[in-house]
């Protein structure tokens, strides 16, 4: 019995084109056609896209969305001493994604892993939400010291010169410093009304008696 030759050539794009070719031989003639999908499904079948339909639609993302007068792939059978195509490129295509479909059917992805999905026979801990509670109690508490620290800045002044730090000390020199100067400001302001009232009321005076 004679024996099936195949050949089979894949043409890429990267910046220049490039072609590579596989030969194979086969028993039979079925046989050549499924190691040509199979070498076809290794070689074209790992790219990250939604294969289209149409060979030429596919091969215009195969050559990076140039357009281009050549094809993906193409073959050759030889047998009875000679060369031939006896399939259609466009059949074989649509054989391909045939397998690609059945391919992925066999292997479907992991969703527990990928996603995340708790696994209903084990005790489901929500890491995330933890995470995210221990969060915002910490950014409550720090809330409240931040409260708190702001209402004790108000202290009495014999509360603050109890304290016998240096930061309590500063801090009651400069409450005092304050106090003091608040105080002139408010002595130098009463003058101010108590001057402006008198000359309010000399003024009429003054008048009649010239």
């Known amino acids: 019995m004679s024996k099936i030759g195949l050949i089979v050539n894949i ?23 499924d190691k040509m999908i199979e070498h076809l499904v290794t070689h074209m079948g790992s790219l990250n896209i939604d294969y289209p339909m149409d060979l030429h639609d596919f091969e215009y993302l195969w050559f990076k969305q140039n357009y281009v007068n050549t094809n993906a792939f193409t073959y050759f059978i030889f047998n009875d001493t000679k060369w031939y195509q006896p399939w259609d490129l466009q059949e074989i295509y649509d054989e391909f994604l045939d397998k690609m479909i059945e391919k992925d059917s066999s292997n479907p992805p992991d969703f ?35 409260i708190s620290n702001a209402k004790n800045a108000e202290m009495h002044e014999d509360t603050v010169k109890d304290c016998e730090c240096d930061r309590c000390k500063e801090g009651a020199e400069l409450q005092a410093i304050k106090l003091k100067e608040e105080q002139e400001l408010a002595k130098s302001q009463e003058q101010v009304n108590v001057d402006t009232l008198q000359n309010n009321l000399k003024q009429p005076l003054e008048t009649i008696i010239e």
């Not at 489901?124 to 508490?141: C, P, S």
């Open 11 to 33: 043409s890429k794009y990267n910046h220049c084109f490039e072609t590579s070719s596989a030969n194979f031989v086969c028993g039979t003639i079925d046989e050549a056609r």
């Open 112 to 146: 527990d892993t990928i996603y995340g999905e708790p696994n209903p026979d084990e005790e489901a801990e929500d890491k995330f939400t933890m995470e995210h509670n221990e969060e915002v109690q910490e950014l409550e508490r720090k809330l409240s010291e931040i």
